[in-house]
């Protein structure tokens, strides 16, 4: 396979509620979609889950474009691709830039999975016909509307909320949660809102009965999380400690986690997300996938990876109805009774919607 011809898109969709964690809130999510055309027309879809400043890491849609543009696309283009692990390969060179790389990575998977005439989740060698999956829940202006939109998800069946927290918004808010719903499978996010500094407020979330506390402590730590793992009896679950097969190897070897959330785009791409979720299932570490305010096409990809057997906790892919008026695939991602159908059709599964995809474009180039 060749890559022939590649598009690379600037999209902005407008998200149906604000979405707030501990280090900003979201209304619009701009973001990266590109096709990648083979030499027999056929398009594959990746889409980039850099957000528009640095918040969750040094990676953005417009050092993303550029690296795309400058150096991925050009390396890429008309290379001969005998399998779609050959692309991690092409890229060994450029360091990082993992969510700039799992784009056109995400597109050949697609490409590859269509030519097999199978579906990306069987081309990774996923067997589930149905996934579980939760819900994340943004930092709320009261406990009570935090209460509320719960008991919401809980009446549509979702099966495990996430809510964020960040100090000042944790203990007090997780007794109310758990007092309102004491059986709910519930987690907390704090996306690296916490220091050692704070080890008796995270101790004091052991109460709540969670299934994790999710990345704690400093977005690039592996060592302080070990040391609060020994002191907390929650799992402590690593997210963006985690770029690569080696941070998950040495998280393991050092007990800085008993749970990893693999993010595709995080990690560099699917192929390097399957070496993570292997090495963790050898270690017996179960894995979920995370969400990043995908539009469809990188909730599709989501959906395939979590067909994998260590996938054993609830992901963040909810619904696309959760987070926009319309989506840019046809038919949207519907969820029902907490859990998402898995499409058989070859590639991602869903059909990308070029009239959609056309009214959300802000700008778009092509690359042959």
Same mark, same amino acid.
């Given at each position: 396979m ?21 280090? $900003? ?18 398009? $594959?879809?990746g ?57 056109? %990575? $995400? ?17 990774? @060698?996923?067997?589930?016909?149905? !996934?579980?999956?939760? !819900?994340s829940? @943004?930092?709320?202006? /009261?406990?009570?509307?935090?209460l509320?939109?719960? %008991? ?12 964020? !927290?960040k ?24 996306? &690296? ?15 709540f ?22 002191a907390?009896? /929650? ?7 985690i770029? &690569? ?19 595709? $785009? ?5 192929? %390097?997300?399957?070496?993570i979720?292997?090495?963790? %299932? ?13 539009s @469809? ?9 979590? /067909? ?9 892919t ?19 009774? @907490? ?6 059709k ?23």
């Amino acid at each position: 396979m060749r890559i022939k011809e590649v598009t690379l898109r600037h999209l902005q969709m407008k998200l149906k509620f604000p979405f707030t964690t501990s280090f $900003g809130t979201f209304q619009d999510r701009d973001f990266i979609l590109l096709e990648g055309k083979d030499e027999n027309g056929n398009s $594959g879809w990746g889409e980039s889950v850099a957000f528009h400043s640095p918040w969750y890491s040094e990676e953005t849609m417009k050092t993303n474009w550029h690296m795309l543009e400058d150096y991925l696309i050009p390396a890429l283009l008309n290379q001969e691709i005998t399998h779609q692990d050959e692309v991690s390969e092409v890229f060994s060179n450029i360091r990082k830039n993992n969510m700039a790389k799992s784009t056109i %990575e $995400g597109a050949v998977w697609d490409l590859y999975s269509q030519e097999k005439g199978v579906s990306l989740a069987s081309a990774l @060698g996923g067997k589930k016909s149905k !996934i579980e999956v939760g !819900i994340s829940i @943004g930092i709320q202006d /009261t406990a009570s509307d935090l209460l509320r939109i719960i %008991e919401k998800h809980v009446q549509e069946g979702y099966k495990r909320m996430k809510v964020k !927290i960040k100090p000042g918004w944790d203990v007090d808010v997780m007794r109310e949660v758990r007092k309102e719903f004491p059986d709910v499978p519930l987690m907390a996010d704090a996306n &690296s809102a916490y220091t050692l500094e704070d080890i008796d407020t995270l101790k004091a979330l052991d109460e709540f009965d969670l299934m994790m506390i999710e990345q704690p402590l400093a977005s690039d730590d592996i060592i302080d999380h070990a040391k609060l793992q020994e002191a907390i009896s /929650t799992p402590v679950c690593l997210d963006e400690s985690i770029h &690569s097969y080696e941070d998950a190897r040495k998280a393991i070897e050092l007990g800085s986690c008993g749970i990893i959330n693999i993010k595709i $785009g995080r990690v560099g791409g699917l192929s %390097e997300s399957k070496r993570i979720h292997d090495l963790c %299932e050898s270690h017996h570490i179960p894995v979920w996938c995370g969400g990043m305010l995908e539009s @469809g096409i990188g909730r599709a990809h989501n959906v395939a990876l979590t /067909t994998l057997s260590n996938f054993i906790m609830p992901g963040d892919t909810a619904a696309s109805s959760r987070y926009w008026e319309k989506d840019i695939i046809t038919p949207e991602v519907t969820v029902e009774d @907490g859990y998402i159908t898995v499409p058989d059709k070859p590639g991602i599964g869903y059909e990308p919607d070029l009239e959609a995809i056309e009214s959300f474009t802000i700008e778009k180039k092509t690359y042959k």
